[in-house]
DNA sequence: AATGAATGAGGGTTCATTCAT
DNA sequence: TATGAATGAACCCTCATTCAT
């Protein structure tokens, strides 16, 4: 039988998956390696042949879901095609089905916020490969938005900040209240879209959202 | 000695501060009852003479500070006036002020992020006595603004998530890039006023906003 | 009562004894933090609070009888006096008080051999401070000895490790064999110097050793 | 094929000579099974296929180089021939080739010293074929001198010991001090025969030792 | 009121040993 | 034969908590 080779060949991704159920439920410092190994199915010797320490185990476990992060964000924004409206659009779409609703990107900024100040170098990755490339997409795309005339020149200083603003928000709702928080998501996207594209259009770029019309520019990729 | 009655009725609060700013620093979990004692400059046995166990400061400290942004928030909705737009501004005002840059109201959201799971009475207390009260206010609000005219219909649902987003994305940042985060404050609450209301506003809000004329209702205090 | 006062005082040499049996007894890496506590009356976290860790343990415990060890020797040398023959037989009465008989003197060359490697600083401490100076005193006696005519010159190189080498044998055939050892150790002392000074000197020295004439220069301390 | 015979063969005496190096390095207890395994270049599983255990282990590398040396003495014993002065120099000569200055003799008695609690029988074998025989060795050669009127026959009493002394007073240097020790291995040789022949012969053996005249009895074999 | 020595229950980590492959 | 993943028993060290002073 080959499970041997199989269980080996998983066993990283088994350990990895346990330690971000564990570390999301309790923070870094108050996870014992015996809640890893015990969720993992394997006993705490077996973790530390894998991973050196309990900090690298942490540092591992949040690239790996940062790896993933990237692709599949590097991915929605190849293809993200239309009026400039519309690419918002696809962006915020894809900053609520990551951060907002997906578990994943949710509690990786738990893990920021929680253990941000002991793991430095997992921020600055963070800001270096999310946040900022994030942030410059999006002025970007309200640049050029302003350049065709469909977006009101105000929003060229900081408005890539308040464009996204509300789906962080309602992340850090579900990160605080958990399943208690009785949102209607689709109703909040909704009304995040609604206020937002009456707040940054001109009457032209109004016309041009129902018209259908392209943004002049491409987006450049992360 | 008076001194001796001025230490004893003084050092709860010095102690609730030091913990504040240690369990601030790293986590609940991850401080030591000794790092509060060394900065509120007494020894760990005199901390247990005040409180009974590690888990009890930290909620006493957490209801301290709630208490104090609860009276501030009470205060300042008391004098709120004007068109419903100025009140908004006001309240916005307050929310950047008390939130996004005021150290305290801004660890406290680090506190329910990383340790609410473990404290879900202070989850649900904040809910209760914050989340819940400024939601109510500011739907309020958006509601009267809709029934002047003011505002457009579509804000009813979810309208207030969406109006305060920016001011606790401005914290969350803070929270976790710290003071490396290079954000023009004045710029960036402008950019927030200034899109918000633009989206809120119907062209008859806008004539109201320029003219002054005060919204309907006052406002219910928390 | 000032029983506590008391302990405090004394807990960290009863701790360095306790630690000097338990390390002598299984060696550095198999003495158990808890194997000290037990013989010193404590609980394991009680060494903790005096001593950083296991090294800083074992490196003061030998610090401290290092410097039993050199006050003893430097009074001894202080003192004596007499012929060249008489002040070798009062050096030698040393070794063997001190480095054969005494078990002190005797666990510290057990500690230089199980765990010299681990700890360089103690061996190299321990060179300056004993073997080296030792070494040359005696090969100033022996000089001064040679000086004088009552000691043969051949004795001028490496005379002084010769000398006493039969103190350290037979200070490791204790270690290495324990009370197992049924030697005599009056008569072994005796055959020993009965055949040093008899190797050792000169005609002219066998006169004076029985005349009592003194040697020449006083020996430096330590 | 002939290769895997061969390394069938050789495993163990690799892995022993493996087990030497690792537990000379860092003693007994400080070793771990993969050190050795490492040195040996098999890994840890493959050394419990030919020992049951570490300690089966370390007992077996002893034994091993123990029987070594055995036969080592036993055949310089059978050919030492000459004046009972000439015996003596062979013999010490064979103790400063095989324990001052071979590797191997002298970390067996590092092992004696570090481990010798934890494995009295080590102890007690070393004792009975190595320590008692060759000290019988020298008392016979001793009193054969005596008998002979070569030697005083005050050295009846712990000659022995005080004979072989600085052998092993070198060796316990090299412990110790390792390469740092600056000794003139010849000169320290040529100083402790030169001494102790001097103590040890009485005027008529000064005669015979110069014209070379032969001891009486033979020696007995280790 | 406060100290700080001491406890004792863990938690992170190591490592001898096993066993399926 | 040999591998190396896995186990589990320790071991070092930490720290919340207690209590004599």
Redesign the pocket.
């Given at each position: 039988?080959?499970?041997?080779?199989r269980?080996?060949a998983e066993?990283p991704g088994e350990i990895i998956e346990a330690a971000f159920d564990a570390f999301a439920e309790r923070g870094f410092a108050a996870?014992?390696?015996?809640d890893v190994?015990a969720r993992a199915?394997?006993?705490?010797?077996?973790i530390?042949?894998?991973f050196?320490?309990?900090?690298r185990l942490f540092e591992e476990m949040v690239d790996h879901y940062s790896r993933d992060m990237l692709a599949d964000a590097g991915a929605m924004l190849a293809v993200a095609q239309g009026t400039c409206a519309e690419k918002l659009r696809a962006f915020l779409s894809f900053m609520y089905g990551r951060c907002a609703c997906d578990r994943r990107g949710r509690e990786m900024i738990r893990f920021m916020v929680s253990d941000g100040k002991s793991f430095p170098q997992l921020v600055e990755s963070h800001h270096r490969n999310f946040f900022a490339p994030a942030m410059g997409m999006i002025a970007e795309l309200l640049a050029a938005g302003v350049a065709s005339g469909d977006f009101r020149p105000e929003v060229l200083k900081h408005g890539a900040e308040i464009v996204i603003a509300p789906s962080v928000f309602l992340t850090l709702m579900r990160l605080i209240f958990g399943s208690n928080l009785a949102i209607d998501e689709e109703a909040y996207i909704a009304a995040h879209v609604d206020l937002l594209l009456n707040g940054l259009l001109t009457p032209a770029g109004r016309e041009n959202l129902s018209s259908g019309k392209a943004c002049g520019e491409a987006l450049s990729p992360i």
């Open positions: 039988m080959k499970e041997r080779a269980r080996k066993r996870t014992r390696m015996e190994a199915g394997v006993t705490k010797g077996a530390y042949f894998y050196e320490t309990k900090e």
